[in-house]
């Protein structure tokens, strides 16, 4: 069992930036591959970014690309979102997963936070 905690979101004009944690319970936090999706009101969950479990791959979607970065320090069992540039379409809840596979897919991630709120304003 893992358990995921994210914190750092909130409200930040436009060109703004956050750093979302996600801390992990648990002492096989390194054996995953740790994702970040986002929902905003009324659509879909959506992939967002996703690293490897030594922290040397990392895989984004297009919307977020040059302008969010993940990183992780398993020594402390957290995994971090730098958002950079943020736009008002940015805005959503943001959840850590936890996968065994190097996933992009909902489905393929057994464990989930419980999300933290990024809201960007114009």
């Known amino acids: 069992q893992v358990q995921l905690v994210e914190s750092g979101g909130g409200l930040v004009q436009a060109g703004g930036s956050l750093r979302l944690s996600c801390v992990a319970s648990?002492?096989?936090?390194?054996?995953?591959?740790m994702g970040w999706f986002r929902q905003a009101p009324g659509k879909e969950r959506e992939f967002v970014g996703v690293?490897?479990?030594?922290?040397?791959?990392?895989n984004y979607a297009d919307s977020v690309k040059g302008r969010f970065t993940i990183a992780r320090d398993n020594a402390k069992n957290t995994v971090y979102l730098q958002m950079n540039s943020l736009k008002p379409e940015d805005t959503a809840v943001y959840y850590c997963?936890?996968?065994?596979?190097?996933?992009?897919?909902?489905?393929?991630?057994?464990?989930w936070g419980q999300g933290t709120q990024v809201t960007v304003s114009s």
């Open positions: 648990g002492r096989t936090f390194s054996r995953y591959a």
């Open positions: 997963a936890a996968s065994t596979a190097w996933a992009t897919y909902r489905y393929q991630y057994d464990y």
């Open positions: 690293i490897n479990w030594s922290g040397k791959s990392t």
